[in-house]
């Protein structure tokens, strides 16, 4: 086996032995360089810290995304609320132009196109009018129901206008459904307005029934010269239709059709009668009351111009 042999020379072998020093202390620093990294990590305050950090750095991002997400609900709120806003009418060619405004104007997206679609066909906009709109078609057809089912009453001062100057008939009859509370009471108003108008009228009587074959299993008012519908009837030998609501006719049946239009709000049947319906004296009129016509029957008439007569 071969050895080195030993160096005699003394510059060399201290040469050699700083060598082996500096190596030494390079190992050193850098033992002593680990050491006190791991004291960091080894240190609990350092890791109270670290945690503390992830922490921080966790809760900013979820309320980053807590914000993004408010704003994106916040917008749809918007949008929302614009497109109710537009449907607030009773036009759906007016919803239709504000959807286009707002669509333009970049407050609300469209992505899938439908609000695209509904401009293109505003009929079928879902209109949601405003709550006065509403409120005002409920209490519209509030009062139509009120119109309906409720009793007819004269107008004292309406009826009582187009029979001043008038001829009178020679006689008037009231004949009332039997057993109909407010064709009595009507009938009743119809005494006392004719009264106050000096018209020669007699008390209201009920309606008897007919005991003509012609007239079997018709409504009772039919028999008299009603009509068989209802409503109210003027029955007479003979007359002549007046023109309504444009000119008055010169006798006594057209100023009482007059009369009734204005002051009862509704039109008359007019009828002359048959032998078997019981025939009237010259000049007379006969006013027949049955019950009250359905508003679809009615032939109810919306005066153009209240006139003074």
């Not at 503390?52 to 991002?61: E, K, R, S, V, Y």
């Not at 293109?120 to 409120?135: A, G, M």
């Amino acid at each position: 086996m071969h050895v080195s042999p030993t160096p005699n020379n003394p510059g060399q072998r201290r040469q050699e032995f700083a060598l082996q020093k500096e190596a030494l202390e390079v190992q050193r620093r850098d033992v002593a360089t680990k050491e006190e990294a791991l004291k960091f990590w080894r240190n609990p305050v350092a890791w109270g810290l670290l945690v503390a950090a992830l922490g921080l750095a966790g809760n900013a991002f979820v309320t980053l995304l807590q914000n993004r997400s408010a704003e994106k609900l916040a917008r749809q709120k918007f949008q929302y609320d614009i497109l109710l806003e537009s449907m607030k009418t009773t036009d759906p060619h007016v919803a239709a132009k504000e959807l286009q405004f707002f669509l333009s104007t970049k407050y609300l997206d469209d992505p899938d196109g439908k609000i695209l679609a509904f401009i293109s066909k505003p009929t079928e906009i879902p209109l949601k009018p405003p709550v006065e709109v509403q409120r005002a078609e409920l209490e519209s057809q509030l009062e139509q129901l009120r119109r309906q089912f409720a009793w007819r009453h004269i107008n004292r001062d309406k009826f009582l206008a187009p029979l001043r100057g008038k001829p009178k008939p020679t006689g008037v009859t009231i004949l009332y459904l039997r057993d109909d509370s407010e064709a009595w009471n009507l009938s009743q108003e119809f005494f006392s307005v004719l009264t106050e108008a000096e018209w020669p009228v007699s008390y209201p009587e009920q309606i008897q029934p007919n005991g003509s074959r012609l007239f079997a299993g018709l409504p009772s008012v039919a028999g008299v010269g009603g009509n068989a519908f209802g409503g109210i009837a003027l029955v007479a030998n003979d007359f002549k239709i007046p023109l309504l609501e444009d000119k008055v006719g010169d006798t006594a049946f057209a100023a009482l059709t007059n009369a009734i239009l204005y002051g009862l709000g509704v039109q008359v049947a007019m009828n002359k009668p048959l032998p078997e319906q019981g025939l009237l004296p010259p000049g007379a009129i006969r006013i027949v009351i049955g019950p009250k016509m359905d508003p679809l029957l009615a032939g109810t008439t919306k005066l153009r111009k209240q006139k003074k007569h």
